[in-house]
């Protein structure tokens, strides 16, 4: 630990003690103060571990004397990746997509061959139109669909229906079916309905839209299914309602999740890492300035995201809260009080970053390709002579940075469970930059340590929490985080300069 990780650290310490103090009432009584609270410091253990992932990030970048601007975009890319990997689709039984309806021929033409699927008799919904309807079939005849030009584009289905109340030029049909019996929820019983001839088993997490012609729908969660002969015996997590009879139809749905979870999540990772890779190709083979790359790709990486997600806002809504979520969210719990009203525990994002610091130290100190970085950073030309290959040592702290980032957005993505594009991560990258710099990165590179990243990520928290809950406004937010970037960086100047007058003192007296 050199001495400017010592300095952060005492630095660090004083400021929690500052903080302890001022929110307290009367300032004597520590318990009493409100930065001392459980979730308080939960959620400020939560927001090192996060940022602190891209702190480590940058420092990698920084020590080879380089710099990157993109961290930010690459955790809102991150997180939207996140998000469409993983988007959970609910697929009707038999659904076919309307091209027309007209309500006075009571005719419905669908794109597909329906004949064999929809028989004289079924029970349709038609939805997503301007208005549902409950149609009944009365004959079902396959058609060659033309466009405008009368040129054919494909096979379709005309189906002569009852119930058509409307003209529309859009929606979907799927089958419904009868409630065959049902029973509300009892004491220690779930509710249930049954249901006969459903095409496909049921399993939990499975979704049933019930829809009734007066009284509305309800879309239940299956919590379980089993199937007896043709008939689904199907249980829910919510209740039926009072006013549940076996007047609702109901079509079941199910449920289709785009990506596997840990194949969704080496995806955004993969991504990244490639990102990482046209950055650090683009400095060492281009020869681009790392400022102009990184800041191009803050620029691309925002415009991708909210290209990918059509600006709308992205999340995970309550699909993964059991599976997922709690990775970003969730907490170690480590004792309770008060009727277990009140808790605490360690946020399971400090796990994942603990596990990121360890390697990142180990590999920074005790690995050659550690010392090639700091070699790297100090004499880029020295370092090159010597036999070391400085333009892979430079890919590799480049993807290093992006792999981080992704990590630190996919946490994020999953604590705040919404990714608006236009805004998420705003900013995170000069958080990142200021960690290390305070931490003791030089900006000139050669120097840095992953304990001081720690600290630097814990002050930068700290004064954030400072404003908070002083009070402080938070437009001044970026205020501090500004003067805390031009303070860490004229002490490093300052202390640059009086090191080399100490050298240049020792080599006139010898």
Known sequence: MNAKSLGIFGLLVMLFVFMVLMTSDPWTDIFSSTFLQSNN?????????????LGIGVA???????????VGSIVCLAGCLLGIFLQVDYEPASVFDVRSANSQQQSVVVYGNA????????????????RPALLTVLDVEPVQLANSDNKSIGVGTVLKVEGLSRDEDSGQVAMAF?????????????????????????????????????????????SAATQDGSVSRIEFEQTLGERFSKEWMAVPTERQQRMAIPLAILSVL??????????GLLVTRVHLQPFVVTLCGLLIYRGISRWLVDDNPVGFGIEYKETLSPLGSGKLTLFEWGDGANTFGIPYPLFVFLCAAVVAAVFLNLTIWGRYLMALGSNEEAARYSGIRTGRVTILAY???????????ILFALDSGSISPSSFGNFYELYAIAAAVLGGCSLRGGEGSIFGV?????????????????????RL????????????????ETVRRIAARRRAMKSASN
Not at 457 to 467: D, G, Q, S
């Open 270 to 279: 993969g991504i990244a890492g490639l990102l990482g890779l046209i950055h």
């Open 41 to 53: 410091l939960e959620n400020l253990l939560r927001r090192v571990s996060m940022y602190g992932l």
């Open 60 to 70: 990698f970048v920084i020590i080879t004397g380089g710099i990157d601007l993109s």
């Open 477 to 492: 937010e970026f205020t501090i985080i500004g003067l805390v970037i031009l303070v860490g960086v004229t002490l490093d």
């Open 115 to 130: 004949d064999g699927t929809y028989k004289a008799g079924d029970k349709l919904r038609m939805y997503r139109g301007r």
């Open 178 to 222: 009868e409630i065959a019996d049902f029973g509300p929820a009892e004491k220690d019983q779930p509710a249930w309905v049954s249901l006969r001839d459903v095409p496909f088993d049921l399993t939990a997490r499975d979704r049933v839209t019930f829809f009734h012609p007066t009284l509305g729908l309800k879309d239940l969660v299956v």
């Open 399 to 409: 993807v290093i940075c992006t792999v981080c980032a992704a990590t630190g957005g």
């Open 454 to 474: 720690i600290a630097g990520t814990a002050v930068m928290m700290l004064l954030n929490n400072l404003i908070l809950l002083l009070k402080i406004p938070d």
